[in-house]
């Protein structure tokens, strides 16, 4: 496994190699950095609740290749949350569905939704193919601080944990490293304009009403 270090990065194969062992990857995606784990493992997210000091009420975002995966942990996608997935996935938009019970309690922070997305990067839907299964990927940065939008500032926020290894970076090839806003969070309705805006993005909310 390549050696994590604050100025370097890693390749896709030691990034699934510790995604496998039950480790942190910090990430870039066409929105913001983000902090990942497998998302089936729940000491694995116990350990990025801990490198955020995120409180344990707050579910985690979760990051899929497909819809399939999708399918795989929540009840939910079907009818409009299908249709929305299918127009703007992959890309900047996260549904909230119900939570099937293949995803740990500690990813949902109790409750009974999901929210997930699959991200417009090819080589980071390549990697969770690859791993088989979804990632938890909450922005990378200290609760209550700002999303890290470039490695500078990861490294900024997570010097400690680079220089220790208990965290390595994955730039996936065509990323920039300088992301955008983070995405559009949305419950879908059951029509089109009925669908509840939980934090405003890239993909606004007359962009998801036109899907019918």
Known sequence: MTTPTPSGTITREAALDRLRAGMVIAFATETVWGLGADATNADAVERVYGMKGRPKHKPMPVLVAD?????????????RARRLAEAFWPGPLTLVCPAARSIPGIVTGGGDTVAMRAPGLPALLELIRLLGRPIIAPSANRSGESPARTIDELRAHFADELACGTLACFAPPGSTGRGSEPSTIVAPGDRPGADRVLRDGPITAEELARII
């Open 67 to 79: 819809l399939a995966m999708a399918d795989g942990i929540t009840t939910g996608l079907s009818g």
